[in-house]
């Protein structure tokens, strides 16, 4: 799997199949094998020891990206397709490992389109500190006028040093050393990116959040006086693109780790009512397990249609909107999965041993992140069909 | 400051400014009161069971609430001596019973007994869901000894422990039913027909002989005594009976505490009887009564199920409206905001419509098997959707443990599985009204 196609070239089906094939087994086996029991707390160091054995097999690219690996080449919908297929994979075995690799991923990509050099790892923070100001970020990536309301909604939503109220909260294992912001210039009125060493922010992990376990919620801010380590050399066009398109990726990756934990669950939650008797019968005969199982399966299998839909892309805010539309919708449809396979476990589906609550909960906290499902909704009631990118 | 887009009070276009202009008959047929739907709702009950509900809230407040993180933080539970010996001294240990033998007013007993067990668990889990149901699980432990119609029972057995709650010596039972084959055999007819004994008990001369396994029992790490149901040796589950279990008795053991997604400040627990010799006297109700009994039990602890989900849900809406009004954004409160009014206001309407089926399902003397499935199914199942709409309130704040809606939602899962799946107690709302629904009864 090393040796890559290079940048110009999408690869073969045979090679984007050895991957997945590769991926597979790394799933099912090293990285499986690093993960503790369902009842047993994953120690924060699990993700960064998985992506390191990851960057050896290429599934994370280190150096030059070779087109096999996560997020390499985003902007091909060969690239594209290939890593939401590693992220939902990999999500079957681990929801919080695969949100790590695709939160490097994504930082690896941000950081090359950015034009920002370094081989330490970094994380993108892309989602702002509140919910896309409540809508007014699409308003200004689709070019609309901005009330003085908006202007402060973007102000607080991205980073700045010394800023008040509450720190942005950005979801990662351990392992990265840099991160990368969109931030508004000084007066207010261009997108910049700006990479700072961990050392420099105010990063406080927070372990124990309701899912993800294995990785953190990391507090994020930027003290006073801190500066960046480097500046993104971008037109605030560039910038505002290299946004738009960090913000399809988010969702596209929320999505497919989504996929995978649901994946996982419905077919525990199968292979539990072929097991189970209840009521002198295996209870997958009970229509009423029958009804959950119908349901877990419909919902997943509607949200990898639309996953699937997504194959480039966006040029503009017109074309985000489908991303965001997808996400607002599809994940309670995933949650509702979830909660549908654990019920079938009745009361072991709530004890820890069984994976099932921890998958809820992945799935809960996936539907937070990158913008609530309520956040989604005021950014897509924000932009009308017309709109299209600063 | 008023919340923005809404009529402020003091506006000369506001209901209580426009009522000051009409003339007194008219005004009158309006209520304009600016107190809480908590305090609108507590006004409807009788003076007893208001200042029950205020002093239950109280307790919540002061003693649940502090520890409702840190006992969700411990993998096994809370340190319960404390807040049980607590909550033992407060009477919400000994409320099965009237006064002098329990702490019920009689009138509150004779009058309100669901009422009451559905208040005092909705106040106590809107402090912590797991607190809560630490404390409610002595009630599920007891009833059975209570509905035995023995005086004999009670008199040995309850009114021992209550005198030592009473004085802050925690002295609590637990309910065993679920055996590791599955709760949903033992929770409905339909189930029971094909169950296979896995407790069972065998007479022998003075008493019997109880050997098996139940598992997630509620409060069964630190019950004095369990009220375990076991079919006969040989018969099927029609021959259950229920044995009072003492902690002390040679046998009996307690296995592993479950680690579960909430509640986690009461466990749940394995019991294991080991040729546990039960003596006669210590058979709760008839033998071969059991069955009957359970089901009797089922439907007098659904209400109070309901009411935990009531609470939790409540905890959920009011951690996220005090973050609403506690956080700012572009210069305004969250709560300012209209999205969010219009959540609040979901969430306040969902909340008071669990609270309305409830109430109403305890207003009887007894309860039905119809009515405490329905509230058990509705109010579990809106709580999960309060919950999950208090976690997305607070947005990227919402997944983060030490804001309590991330929290209530763990908590509220658990009402959907426990006394009875809401699929088996969708049944169970059938299985009552097939009579009626067939044209069988006399109405």
């Given at each position: 799997m090393d040796e890559g196609t290079g940048n110009g070239e999408a690869p073969s089906a045979n090679e984007a199949a050895l991957v997945l094939q590769t991926v597979a087994e790394f799933s099912r086996r090293s990285l499986a094998s690093l993960l503790p029991p369902p009842e047993k707390s994953i120690l924060l160091d699990v993700a960064f020891r998985a992506a390191r054995e990851a960057a050896e097999l290429g599934i994370l690219s280190t150096e030059e990206p070779t087109g096999l690996g996560l997020w390499d080449f985003p902007e091909r919908p060969d690239s594209f397709h290939l890593s939401k297929r590693i992220l939902s994979l990999l999500a079957e075995t681990s929801a919080a490992v695969s949100w790590h690799f695709h939160s490097l991923a994504l930082g690896r990509w941000a950081c090359r389109e950015a034009g920002l050099a370094g081989e330490e790892a970094a994380i993108a923070a892309v989602e702002g500190r509140c919910g896309f100001a409540r809508g007014a970020l699409f308003r200004w990536l689709s070019g609309q006028a901005l009330s003085e309301g908006d202007r402060a909604l973007l102000q607080e939503n991205f980073l700045s040093p010394g800023q008040g109220g509450a720190p942005a909260v950005v979801q990662a294992g351990t392992g990265w050393g840099r991160a990368l912001f969109p931030a508004l210039s000084r007066d207010g009125l261009r997108l910049e990116w700006h990479l700072y060493r961990r050392e420099k922010l105010s990063a406080e992990p927070v372990g124990d959040s309701h899912g993800l376990e294995g990785t953190a919620s990391w507090l994020l801010s930027i003290p006073a006086r801190s500066e960046p380590e480097e500046r993104a050399h971008l037109s605030g066009g560039e910038a505002a693109r290299l946004l738009l398109h960090a913000l399809a990726i988010q969702a596209a990756g929320l999505l497919a780790v989504g996929v995978g934990s649901t994946r996982a669950a419905l077919r525990s939650a199968r292979r539990y009512s072929t097991e189970r008797?209840?009521?002198?019968?295996?209870?997958?005969?009970?229509?009423?397990?029958?009804?959950?199982?119908?349901?877990?399966?419909?919902?997943?299998?509607?949200?990898?249609?639309?996953?699937?839909?997504?194959?480039?892309?966006?040029?503009?805010?017109?074309?985000?909107?489908?991303?965001?539309a997808i996400r607002a919708v599809a994940h309670p449809l995933l949650c509702q999965a979830a909660t549908s396979a654990l019920q079938v476990f009745g009361g072991y589906g709530y004890m820890r041993d069984y994976g099932m609550e921890k998958i809820l909960r992945d799935n809960q906290h996936l539907k937070l992140l990158g913008g609530t499902p309520a956040e989604i909704r005021l950014c897509l009631g924000a932009v009308g069909e017309e709109s299209h990118v600063a | 400051m008023w919340l923005e887009g809404l009529g402020a009070p003091d506006h000369p276009l506001s209901l209580p400014k426009s009522l000051e202009r009409l003339p007194r008959p008219i005004r009158d047929a309006v209520q304009y009161d600016p107190v809480s739907l908590w305090e609108h709702d507590t006004r409807l009950l009788s003076p007893a069971l208001q200042k029950y509900r205020r002093q239950v809230r109280h307790f919540a407040r002061t003693v649940l609430a502090p520890r409702a993180l840190p006992s969700d933080s411990n993998e096994h539970g809370a340190d319960t001596q404390e807040i049980l010996a607590a909550a033992g001294r407060e009477g919400l240990l000994s409320d099965l019973l009237p006064k002098p033998f329990g702490s019920l007013p009689p009138w509150v007993f004779a009058r309100a007994f669901q009422l009451v067990h559905s208040i005092k668990m909705e106040e106590l889990c809107a402090g912590c869901g797991g607190l809560g149901l630490l404390i409610g699980a002595h009630a599920l432990g007891t009833i059975p000894l209570v509905l035995s119609g023995s005086l004999s029972t009670i008199r040995r057995f309850v009114l021992p422990a209550y005198r030592e709650n009473f004085e802050g010596r925690p002295r609590v039972f637990a309910y065993g039913i679920t055996e590791p084959s599955g709760g949903s055999d033992v929770e409905d007819s339909h189930g029971g027909a094909s169950y296979r004994p896995f407790t069972t008990a065998r007479k022998v001369p003075g008493g019997w002989r109880l050997r098996g396994r139940k598992v997630f029992i509620s409060g069964g790490d630190i019950a004095l005594g369990v009220c375990a149901f076991a079919a006969i040796e040989g018969e099927g589950l029609e021959s259950w009976t229920c044995f009072y279990v003492e902690r002390q008795m040679e046998g009996f053991e307690r296995g592993r505490s479950e680690l579960k997604m909430g509640q986690r400040a009461s466990s749940a627990t394995e019991l294991i009887f080991d040729d546990v010799f039960i003596p006669d006297g210590n058979v709760v109700g008839k033998v071969r009564g059991g069955w009957g009994l359970n089901r009797t039990v089922l439907n007098y602890s659904r209400i109070p199920v309901g009411a935990i989900a009531l609470g939790i849900a409540r905890g959920a809406m009011e951690a996220a409206t005090g973050f609403s009004l506690k956080h700012r954004l572009g210069g305004k409160r969250l709560a300012d905001y209209q999205d969010v009014q219009l959540s609040l206001a979901q969430m306040m309407m969902e909340t008071q419509a669990m609270r309305a089926l409830l109430w109403q399902s305890a207003s009887g003397i007894a309860p039905t098997q119809a009515r405490s499935s329905m509230a058990k199914v509705f109010c579990s199942d809106t709580a999960v959707a309060v919950c999950e709409r208090a976690m997305e309130l607070l947005g990227n704040h919402g997944f983060l443990r030490g804001n309590l809606a991330e929290k209530g939602y763990r908590d509220a899962r658990l009402t959907q599985i426990y006394e009875g799946t809401n699929q088996i107690n969708r049944l169970s709302i059938l299985e009552d009204q097939m009579e009626a629904l067939l044209g069988n009864s006399k109405e």
């Open positions: 008797r209840q009521g002198g019968s295996l209870i997958g005969e009970l229509p009423a397990v029958q009804q959950l199982l119908g349901e877990a399966a419909a919902n997943l299998e509607a949200v990898e249609t639309l996953l699937e839909s997504l194959s480039v892309i966006p040029k503009d805010v017109r074309e985000l909107r489908r991303f965001f | -």
